[in-house]
């Protein structure tokens, strides 16, 4: 019996010799065709990096002062409340006796540092990207907004695209103006140009989200 056992051996590690090899050649074999196994999409990976530079925007001072989950408008770089107890009002565009208009005309106010722009108004809280605590909600969570055309207004990736390039209170980011002590409010972290090829190719990629965190 020793003396088979001892033949045996030989010869049932050449089977698994042969077993390891084969799950080897079939696992590339797979990741060639296209199998479970595959190389990450560099299409993905920049329209990811893309959507992290439009994001970049998005929660910037200039954009998110609007795009707010309170009752009331922000104002300056530290996002502190609208002064005189501005209020959101039914449809973002304040109060009766006080509304965004009756202050924020169609263009900026250099002479009194009233910033301004066509239609003047609040982002609808659907389009919030701040919690109620006014911290930045994550990456995933406003690219989630963003893309929910039941929340943006039915705005496609393309649609999306346009928005950035034209929208008015949009290019207003990028000239907004004087406070009223004379000095140069500050701008988003891209250009405007940068801005707008970030949603490109963010939207070429087929607007990928980040994982939720």
């Known amino acids: 019996m020793l003396a088979n056992h001892r033949l045996l051996f030989p010869v049932f590690l050449l089977i698994l010799v042969v077993c390891v090899g084969g799950i080897a050649l079939s696992t590339r074999a797979g990741s060639e065709r296209g199998g479970t196994v595959s190389a990450p999409d560099p299409k993905l990976a920049d329209g990811l990096a893309a959507w992290d530079q439009v994001y970049s925007v998005l929660t910037s001072p200039r954009c998110i002062n609007c795009h707010t989950a309170t009752n009331y408008p922000q104002?300056?770089?530290?996002r502190h409340r609208h002064f005189a107890n501005v209020i959101r009002g039914p449809e973002g565009k304040g109060v009766p006796a006080l509304?965004?208009?009756?202050?924020h005309q169609a263009a900026n106010a250099d002479s009194t540092g009233v910033p301004g722009g066509p239609?003047?108004?609040l982002a609808p809280l659907s389009m919030r990207w701040q919690d109620t605590n006014d911290r930045p909600l994550s990456s995933g969570a406003v690219c989630r907004a963003v893309t929910d055309r039941s929340r943006n207004e039915n705005m496609d990736?393309?649609?999306l695209l346009k928005h950035h390039e034209e929208?008015?209170?949009?290019l207003w980011a990028w000239n907004p103006g004087r406070r009223p002590?004379?000095?140069t409010r500050t701008l988003p972290p891209l250009t405007h140009a940068e801005f707008v090829n970030a949603t490109r190719r963010w939207v070429d990629a087929g607007t990928?989200?980040?994982?939720l965190k």
């Open 75 to 78: 104002q300056g770089d530290d």
């Open 99 to 103: 509304n965004c208009v009756g202050c």
């Open 119 to 121: 239609n003047w108004h």
């Open 157 to 159: 990736g393309h649609a």
């Open 167 to 170: 929208a008015a209170l949009v």
């Open 181 to 183: 002590d004379g000095t």
């Open 208 to 211: 990928p989200c980040p994982r």
